[in-house]
């Protein structure tokens, strides 16, 4: 079965360092979403991208995040200067289309801010 | 927007027991989903379940949309079935955004 892949899966970083997390959808997807997850904490929407552009961001997405998809495979996410508060795993997920279809998540990156 | 509410937050399960965990839910939803995350901390997709009943298994899933809640069913339980549960649902009027509610914690004992 097709799946959403992620890397890496743990990625450390210094605080005000960029990082690029990467994401693989599932070719035929045209939604695409990210998620952040605070350890022990919900999981909380960030964006979601369909047709070359955000369609919906939350408080949390802000000017620190990005996102992209250069190449027609790959959907990434940016974070122009991290925060120890940026620790989380995040996670990718795409969908076929807007109604009728579920989620599909990939394994997420950890991601820790030292 | 949409809120999502689940309960019980923890619950503590002799192996072999029977639970029921309930997602409410504040609006009118396109789709909800169950997930489990495991130790891992990987979402396994349980259930896609707008609305009416599936069976998985020992596992199986109601909603019930125009109450706005949803059961998930956990028969014969397993110490592999410990982790949390998610309900995830996507507001009608907002479908390109999928709310997670908080989570219900499950530890089954030997």
């Known amino acids: 079965e097709p799946e959403v892949t992620q890397t890496p899966s743990h990625q450390v970083t210094q605080m005000g360092q960029e990082v690029i997390l990467r994401c693989v959808p599932i070719s035929n997807h045209l939604y695409f979403y990210w998620y952040r997850q605070i350890l022990g904490q919900k999981v909380e929407f960030l964006v979601s991208f369909y047709n070359n552009e955000i369609s919906e961001k939350s408080e949390i997405f802000d000017d620190q995040f990005s996102v992209e998809r250069p190449d027609g495979s790959n959907f990434t996410l940016k974070i122009r200067s991290t925060k120890l508060e940026d620790s989380a795993m995040y996670f990718c997920a795409s969908l076929i289309r807007a109604y009728n279809s579920p989620l599909h998540f990939g394994n997420g990156t950890r991601l820790t801010v030292t | 927007g949409i809120q999502v509410e689940q309960s019980p937050p923890d619950l503590i399960l002799q192996e072999g027991a029977n639970s029921t965990l309930r997602c409410n839910f504040s609006d009118s939803v396109n789709n909800l989903q169950w997930f489990h995350q495991n130790p891992w901390g990987q979402l396994i997709n349980l259930f896609y379940?707008?609305?009416g009943t599936k069976q998985n298994g020992r596992l199986s899933a109601t909603t019930v949309a125009t109450e706005r809640y949803s059961l998930l069913y956990i028969s014969s339980s397993q110490t592999t079935d410990s982790g949390v549960y998610f309900c995830a649902v996507e507001q009608e009027t907002s479908y390109d955004k999928v709310i997670f509610g908080p989570g219900t914690s499950l530890s089954v004992i030997p």
């Open positions: 379940i707008p609305s």
